[in-house]
């Protein structure tokens, strides 16, 4: 059975996928996250075939986040805390309990999603420089997952850099019948994730969407006549609003199959373009974070109940 443990900031910045033995996932989670995730001698993580060589940057990023060090070495900083596939993480219980089943095209395997949070907090940037990397390799792969044929026959300036890293982390394969690159088990899944984490945008922002606030303070959702407050939201709560524009669109089907979809991949003006709604949305600031905190209390409160009755329907 293989593991997957996709490890990610709070805003989203950065992302490393750990491939990890049933060995690893027994051990307590304090200590994965010491010894795997705070490694030092991330060259092994490599060529033991942990960490693809593309995510070592970001896991980088992610233990200047996460560790600090002193005399006596490396220990996890006082305001950093985990959250696994949106629940708390029990440092002293077995990594493995915080996995969950998945399966792609019939095969199976485990995943699990951690999150890396600050009690430091910490705004959202605006930028959508350091997410232009990852955006056009999940952009190809996704195009490729819908059907988007591209022949290995021919030269694709545009796609030079995307497709060695796709292909150095073995995420395509060549297709011979069609002479076309088709994902592998391995792209399948990191597609997948990338599905996964806007299906979670959707379940617990949606009802964001269209909110009408009285002069009570009262917010009512869902009734046609309010604002779309996602993205002040999303600031709020620790998540970068571009790339869950982007991964949203992903999973909206809003380019697939786009006839020009090669020259898109990593046209920086496009990227720019479809984050104008983004730019253009109020701000916390605009709005005042006291006002928006009580919204998304109310809105909490109202999936709670969504959900509870969904129960017993």
């Known amino acids: 059975m293989e593991y997957l443990l996709s490890i990610t900031d709070g805003a989203h910045q950065h992302m490393a996928v750990l491939s990890l033995t049933d060995q690893i996932v027994r051990m307590n989670a304090i200590d994965v996250v010491l010894d795997v995730m705070g490694s030092e001698d991330l060259n092994t993580l490599v060529t033991t075939g942990v960490l693809a060589e593309s995510y070592v ?17 490396q220990f996890i900083r006082e305001d950093v805390f985990f959250t696994a596939n949106g629940s708390d993480l029990n440092p002293d219980a077995p990594l493995v309990g915080a996995f969950i ?33 990852e955006f056009a390799l999940a952009f190809f792969l996704h195009q490729i997952s819908v059907g988007c044929n591209l022949d290995v026959t021919k030269e694709y300036p545009e796609l030079m850099d995307v497709l060695a890293q ?17 994902l592998t088990e391995r792209g399948k899944k990191i597609h997948d994730t990338y599905m996964d984490e806007a299906q979670d945008l959707i379940k617990r922002f949606d009802i964001f969407g269209d909110v009408d606030v009285d002069a009570q303070g009262t917010a009512r959702f869902d009734t046609g006549l309010g604002r779309d407050l996602r993205i002040p939201i999303y600031e709020i709560e620790g998540v970068d609003p571009f790339r869950a524009r982007f991964l949203l669109g992903l999973n909206d089907g809003e380019w697939d199959k786009s006839e020009n979809w090669i020259q898109m991949t990593t046209d920086a003006k496009w990227y720019a373009k479809i984050m104008e709604p983004v730019e253009r949305a109020p ?10 905190q009580l919204i998304i209390d109310q809105g909490k409160a109202e999936l709670r109940r969504s959900n509870s009755n969904s129960q017993y329907s």
Do not use: H, P
């Open 57 to 73: 940057d970001d896991l980088k990023a992610l233990q200047q986040m996460v560790f600090d060090r002193d005399d006596q070495g």
């Open 283 to 292: 701000s916390v600031d605009e709005l005042g974070r006291n006002r928006l």
């Open 101 to 133: 089943d998945a399966d792609q095209n019939g095969v199976k395997y485990k995943r699990c999603d951690l999150l890396v949070l600050s009690n430091a907090g910490g705004k959202s940037t605006g930028n959508t420089n350091a997410n232009d990397k």
């Open 166 to 182: 796709a292909e150095k982390e073995q995420l395509v394969e060549i297709d011979v019948k069609s002479a076309s690159y088709k």
